[in-house]
């Protein structure tokens, strides 16, 4: 880190400088949230074709591929989340698997669901909209070391 070269009310701005580099961070940050508002959330009724365009970036690292019951899904990196997009046989989403990155981001995907959806029970969820009702879970993996999950279902 350079020092500044100005003075702030008469004091070297080094704290002023962290400050606004603080600042920044946390500017960075809600951006970053407001980003995976728009892009991390599920896409349930979604084509293959809309969600390979919506995350064409490459920032994204979007990789697609079968799983070991042959169901076709798509892999999509987020700031916060690593996101599974899988298909039914007319290759529209049918189900979402939404894993934070660590217990910061598990706790803000709770905060907002908790602020945005109907709550069921403290791992349950509910989100209704135009084109249906969503089921959303949380899931705890039995496996040590696995990761929290949240499981994004239409609810027929």
């Given at each position: ?103 910061g981001k598990l706790n803000y995907f709770v905060e907002d669901y908790n602020k ?10 509910k989100m209704y909209n135009e084109s249906g009702i969503a089921s959303i879970r ?19």
């Open positions: 880190m350079q020092p500044c070269k100005h003075s702030f009310n008469g004091r070297d701005c080094t704290t002023f400088d962290g400050k606004i580099r603080g600042m920044k961070l946390a500017f960075i940050f809600a951006l970053s949230m407001l980003f995976l508002e728009v892009s991390g959330q599920a896409r349930l009724g979604s084509s293959v074709s809309d969600i390979k365009k919506e995350f064409s970036e490459k920032s994204y690292e979007l990789t697609s591929d079968y799983d070991s019951d042959k169901n076709y899904y798509i892999r999509v990196f987020t700031d916060i989340a690593t996101v599974f997009y899988f298909f039914d046989e007319d290759s529209y989403c049918d189900q979402v698997l939404i894993i934070p990155d660590d217990n945005s959806y109907v709550i069921i029970n403290n791992q349950e969820w949380l899931v705890f993996p039995d496996v040590k070391g696995e990761k929290p999950y949240f499981v994004w279902t239409p609810n027929d």
